[in-house]
Nanobody, 128 residues
Framework: QVQLVESGGGSVQTGGSLRLSCTASGLTFVDYAMAWFRQAPGKEREGVSCIDWYGATSYYADSVKGRFTISRDNVKNTLYLHMNSLKPEDTAMYYC?????????????????????WGQGTQVTVSS
């Protein structure tokens, strides 16, 4: 049974930093591209970033480019999201996700429908 468990969320002030982690089990982690999504209250779940199986290629939403960095450790079966210069509009529940057996981020990587496995989420709150 596949499990994705996020951690590292919390409350920070504007300009602060956080590092989210997502530990995977029940799947061969190195076979999967991985992604981060977020969902604010009353809004659609949106793609934040995607990274391919080897970590060589990554993609970002325009709203987080230059501030967030996605990375992975295939030995520890863990995905990371390093978030710097946080803004109040980054406040959301953050989820990690894995697609249905693909090692590469698709051209529509930010579409939630392309993902089969989801974590339970970790809350990030940024205050002004």
């Amino acid at each position: 049974q596949v499990q994705l468990v996020e951690s590292g969320g919390g409350s920070v002030q504007t300009g602060g930093s956080l590092r989210l982690s997502c530990t995977a089990s029940g799947l061969t982690f190195v076979d999967y591209a991985m992604a981060w999504f977020r969902q604010a209250p009353g809004k659609e779940r949106e793609g934040v970033s995607c990274i391919d199986w080897y970590g060589a290629t990554s993609y970002y939403a325009d709203s987080v480019k230059g501030r967030f960095t996605i990375s992975r450790d295939n030995v520890k079966n863990t995905l990371y999201l390093h978030m710097n210069s946080l803004k109040p509009e980054d406040t959301a529940m953050y989820y990690c996700a894995a697609p249905a057996a693909s090692g590469y981020c698709s051209g529509s990587w930010s579409n939630r429908n392309g993902y089969k496995y989801w974590g339970q989420g970790t809350q990030v709150t940024v205050s002004s």
